[in-house]
């Protein structure tokens, strides 16, 4: 198998990957949990890493690729240095979601799917988060934030540098 | 060691960690320990209480007292004022938002008092990563007698005489799906538990994995039983990691119990399960999909039949369950059939679980037998509307189902009951809404999720709710034409009539229904380009009326770019220059005089 070269895959990185395909080759179905756990080596998914993937599993290019651009979890671009995940659930929508992204758009410049420039954000609408209770519900990182308003969204991400 | 004198049951949820029950949970911890009592007061960290908006919450046992909202700071005179002196602490008891009464335990707040755990009957009662206190509460003691006293047979005929049907939406027979599975031919065959709960506003299925995951396991290994399975896979989203974890650990308890694994308390029967996350594909909710996905592929639909229950995951024989359907299968083999149909209507028994949420006081799950009014579910347990608004839809079954309007509001809850109204049961979400939330951008909201969702297989779903996105869109934007909501209709029949899976075949729901009850709404948007709810940013004119403002300034203060200005006792003004339209004024003015 030739050597994945690539400016965001180091070669720590590049061991680890090794040892998440070798073992998982005599699984199958194992492509969702490979991708998975790469990705949360590298941050994202380059192309030659899904390439690389592939030949590592055995698998057609297309079908690998075709699986990492099914699901919202894979990302196939680089990500900010903080994600920023705003619930679009209905219970956040009614209480009003839809304000408290137009105040991140208007301060960072970003929507969905969108990373800034300086890579500090990215902006994902997800679907509902299971914490209806909380609504409207922003996940930055790892740490939930309920019961969000316009003005407070920005004194939230204010913390993340 | 000694009983302890008290125990604190304090909730580890997903909603109450967001609200800081780690850091409550640390402070508690040190100061019981500062004041050495330790050993009398013990803290259990259990699974979702139910009651996420007033999170963290916790209860006192045996005394049945419920706190909520706590914080941090609230620890020391909390410990010297209850656990000490024995002296509840009254600011930090529930306060009934119409009476303003302060209540203090937990069996008298209406929205508990109302609901029937069966369920939901550990939750907040045992820890949830603590198998002896499941097997303490009669767990896997339903497992033992179908192993030890039933045939397969026999396990299959009392599901399907107990009437359980399945949870997660369409409402399909448990047992009849189990009859078929176990009569298919093959060698191997599995057993799923679907806790893929993509539907916006539903979160029965992530309380029930973290309170009690012993149940959904137990329910597992029954199943596979009855239909002579030897692996079975939990699907569950990636959304929920705290479920994942419990379940792994759960699963690990049961194999190192014996109860998982080669020949299952004895009887020869062999059994295991693994956890599979999903990767964010709404549609992987769908069957087809699900075991698509499971076998790494693209989670894509197929066409049936042929049924799962006989070409199922890898072509074999399968049985796919909700997880909720699933958490009833012990208490069923336990007590028996007649036990759980004795509650119910005709044709749907038992409890159901829903995920009461949006414009309702008592946001939380509720667990009610099947047949309960909506009334009394949203007025009752919901405790009504806040801010003295209106009541205006509840909006059932998620993405799929629909919006009912207040004169249905007494139709007894139960699967078929539903569908007449327009909506589905679904897997149990129930979003209220009040005068503020437009129906269109509803629909518009519903549309957008499905549009984006749908899986891009079949021509009518794919495109079919790509252009009645569009129409939505125009309509909310002020650009409909009158001939859009016959369009509307048209698309919408023709979607639902030819789509290939359920997504599909009820993604046209949310216009339909929201068509049925509020077509005045949709006219006033396309005939008089005019949002009654004041939702749709470009229907309005963000002018404010002289004669309604009360000139008390509460506009000027939620305006976030300084675009009003006003001074005491002059009405307000906006300045269309700097405004963003942002609606943070419509929020705000209590007296309708923005337009």
Same mark, same amino acid.
């Given at each position: 198998?030739?050597?994945?070269?690539?400016?965001d895959v180091t070669n720590d990185m590049l061991n680890h990957i090794d040892n998440i395909i070798g073992s998982f080759r005599q699984s199958p179905g194992a492509v969702i949990p490979v991708l998975r756990q790469c990705q949360d080596v590298v941050g994202y998914l380059p192309v030659e890493l899904i390439d690389y993937i592939s030949s590592g599993l055995n698998l057609p290019k297309s079908d690998v690729l075709g699986v990492a651009t099914f699901y919202a979890l894979f990302s196939l671009s680089p990500k900010g240095r903080h994600t920023i995940r705003a619930c679009m659930g209905t219970a956040c929508y009614v209480k009003g979601i839809k304000e408290v992204m137009g105040r991140i758009k208007q301060t960072y410049g970003i929507e969905p799917g969108d990373t800034?420039?300086?890579?500090?954000?990215?902006?994902?609408?997800?679907?509902?988060?299971?914490?209806?209770?909380?609504?409207?519900? +922003?996940? +930055?990182?790892?740490?939930?934030?309920?019961?969000?308003?316009?003005?407070?969204?920005?004194?939230?991400?204010?913390?993340?540098? | 060691?000694?009983?302890?004198?008290?125990?604190?049951?304090?909730?580890?949820?997903?909603?109450?960690?967001?609200?800081?029950?780690?850091?409550?949970?640390?402070?508690?911890?040190?100061?019981?320990?500062?004041?050495?009592?330790?050993?009398?007061?013990?803290?259990?960290?259990?699974?979702? $209480?139910?009651?996420?908006?007033?999170?963290?919450?916790?209860?006192?046992?045996?005394?049945?007292?419920?706190?909520?909202?706590?914080?941090?700071?609230?620890?020391?005179?909390?410990?010297?004022?209850?656990?000490?002196?024995?002296?509840?602490? #009254?600011?930090?008891?529930?306060?009934?938002?119409?009476?303003?009464?302060?209540?203090?335990?937990? $069996?008298?707040?209406?929205?508990?008092?109302?609901?029937?755990?069966?369920?939901?009957?550990?939750?907040?009662?045992?820890?949830?990563?603590?198998?002896?206190?499941?097997?303490?509460?009669?767990?896997?003691?339903?497992?033992? #007698?179908?192993?030890?006293?039933?045939?397969?047979?026999?396990?299959?005929?009392?599901?399907?005489?107990?009437?359980?049907?399945?949870?997660?939406?369409?409402?399909?027979?448990?047992?009849?799906?189990?009859?078929?599975?176990?009569?298919?031919?093959?060698?191997?065959?599995?057993?799923?538990?679907?806790?893929?709960?993509?539907?916006?506003?539903?979160?029965?299925?992530?309380?029930?994995?973290?309170?009690?995951?012993?149940?959904?396991?137990?329910?597992?290994?029954?199943?596979?039983?009855?239909?002579?399975?030897?692996?079975?896979?939990?699907?569950?989203?990636?959304?929920?990691?705290?479920?994942?974890?419990?379940?792994?650990?759960?699963?690990?308890?049961?194999?190192?119990?014996?109860?998982?694994?080669?020949?299952?308390?004895?009887?020869?029967?062999?059994?295991?399960?693994?956890?599979?996350?999903?990767?964010?594909?709404?549609?992987?909710?769908?069957?087809?999909?699900?075991?698509?996905?499971?076998?790494?592929?693209?989670?894509?639909?197929?066409?049936?039949?042929?049924?799962?229950?006989?070409?199922?995951?890898?072509?074999?024989?399968?049985?796919?369950?909700?997880?909720?359907?699933?958490?009833?299968?012990?208490?069923?083999?336990?007590?028996?059939?007649?036990?759980?149909?004795?509650?119910?209507?005709?044709?749907?028994?038992?409890?159901?679980?829903?995920?009461?949420?949006?414009?309702?006081?008592?946001?939380?799950?509720?667990?009610?037998?099947?047949?309960?009014?909506?009334?009394?579910?949203?007025?009752?347990?919901?405790?009504?509307?806040? #801010?003295?608004?209106?009541?205006?839809?509840?909006?059932?079954?998620?993405?799929?189902?629909?919006?009912?309007?207040?004169?249905?509001?007494?139709?007894?809850?139960?699967?078929?009951?539903?569908?007449?109204?327009?909506?589905?049961?679904?897997?149990?979400?129930?979003?209220?809404?009040?005068?503020?939330?437009?129906?269109?951008?509803?629909?518009?909201?519903?549309?957008?999720?499905?549009?984006?969702?749908?899986?891009?297989?079949?021509?009518?779903?794919?495109?079919?709710?790509?252009?009645?996105?569009?129409?939505?869109?125009?309509?909310?934007?002020?650009e409909g034409q009158p001939r859009d909501i016959e369009t509307l209709e048209e698309l919408s029949a023709v979607i639902k009539e030819s789509s290939l899976c359920g997504l599909g075949q009820t993604a046209p729901n949310p216009v339909l229904s929201t068509l049925r009850y509020f077509k005045d709404e949709y006219i006033a948007h396309v005939y008089e380009k005019h949002c009654p709810a004041k939702r749709c940013a470009a229907l309005l004119k963000f002018e404010v009326d002289p004669e309604k403002c009360q000139k008390c300034g509460l506009c000027f203060k939620a305006c976030p770019v300084g675009a009003i200005s006003w001074e005491k006792k002059q009405p307000a003004v906006i300045d269309k220059q700097k405004c963003i339209q942002c609606l943070s004024c419509y929020?705000?003015?209590?007296?309708?005089?923005?337009?």
């Open positions: 198998m030739p050597k994945l070269q690539h400016p800034t420039d300086d890579r500090r954000f990215s902006l994902e609408g997800v679907r509902c988060l299971g914490a209806c209770g909380l609504a409207p519900v +922003v996940v +930055v990182d790892q740490d939930t934030h309920g019961s969000v308003k316009p003005d407070a969204v920005v004194d939230i991400l204010d913390q993340y540098k | 060691m000694a009983n302890p004198r008290l125990q604190l049951m304090l909730c580890g949820g997903t909603g109450c960690q967001a609200s800081g029950s780690r850091e409550f949970h640390q402070a508690l911890y040190e100061e019981l320990e500062k004041q050495g009592l330790e050993e009398e007061v013990k803290i259990i960290e259990t699974g979702c $209480n139910g009651f996420c908006a007033l999170g963290p919450v916790m209860l006192v046992q045996p005394e049945g007292i419920f706190y909520q909202k706590l914080s941090p700071g609230d620890v020391p005179h909390l410990v010297e004022e209850h656990f000490l002196k024995g002296r509840p602490v #009254k600011k930090l008891l529930y306060v009934e938002p119409a009476s303003k009464e302060t209540i203090p335990t937990m $069996n008298e707040i209406p929205f508990f008092a109302h609901q029937k755990f069966w369920v939901m009957r550990n939750k907040g009662i045992i820890d949830p990563e603590s198998i002896d206190e499941y097997i303490a509460r009669d767990g896997y003691f339903g497992l033992a #007698k179908a192993l030890n006293d039933m045939a397969p047979e026999d396990i299959v005929h009392e599901i399907r005489d107990s009437g359980l049907r399945g949870r997660g939406g369409a409402g399909f027979p448990a047992g009849l799906k189990w009859q078929f599975a176990s009569k298919a031919q093959g060698e191997v065959k599995y057993v799923l538990c679907n806790a893929d709960e993509g539907d916006p506003g539903a979160f029965m299925d992530r309380s029930i994995l973290e309170a009690d995951p012993h149940s959904v396991i137990e329910g597992m290994i029954i199943a596979a039983r009855a239909i002579n399975a030897s692996q079975g896979y939990i699907y569950c989203r990636t959304e929920y990691p705290l479920a994942i974890h419990r379940l792994t650990l759960a699963i690990n308890q049961a194999r190192e119990y014996g109860l998982l694994g080669e020949d299952i308390l004895g009887s020869g029967f062999n059994f295991s399960i693994d956890v599979y996350q999903g990767a964010g594909a709404f549609v992987c909710g769908e069957e087809t999909a699900l075991m698509r996905s499971i076998e790494g592929k693209r989670g894509m639909p197929r066409p049936r039949p042929p049924f799962p229950a006989n070409k199922g995951l890898w072509e074999r024989p399968t049985v796919l369950n909700n997880v909720e359907t699933l958490a009833n299968v012990a208490q069923i083999i336990l007590n028996g059939a007649q036990w759980f149909s004795s509650i119910g209507t005709e044709s749907s028994k038992g409890t159901k679980v829903f995920a009461l949420s949006g414009a309702v006081n008592n946001i939380g799950l509720v667990e009610v037998p099947m047949g309960i009014t909506l009334r009394r579910m949203i007025f009752d347990i919901g405790g009504g509307i806040p #801010k003295k608004r209106k009541f205006k839809a509840v909006q059932l079954g998620g993405p799929s189902g629909g919006c009912v309007p207040e004169q249905h509001l007494d139709t007894a809850v139960d699967y078929e009951e539903i569908v007449r109204l327009g909506a589905i049961m679904g897997s149990g979400g129930v979003i209220v809404m009040d005068e503020k939330t437009c129906m269109v951008d509803m629909a518009r909201f519903f549309m957008d999720f499905i549009q984006e969702e749908s899986c891009g297989k079949c021509t009518p779903c794919r495109e079919g709710t790509r252009r009645l996105l569009e129409i939505l869109d125009k309509i909310c934007q002020g929020e705000t003015c209590r007296f309708g005089a923005i337009d």
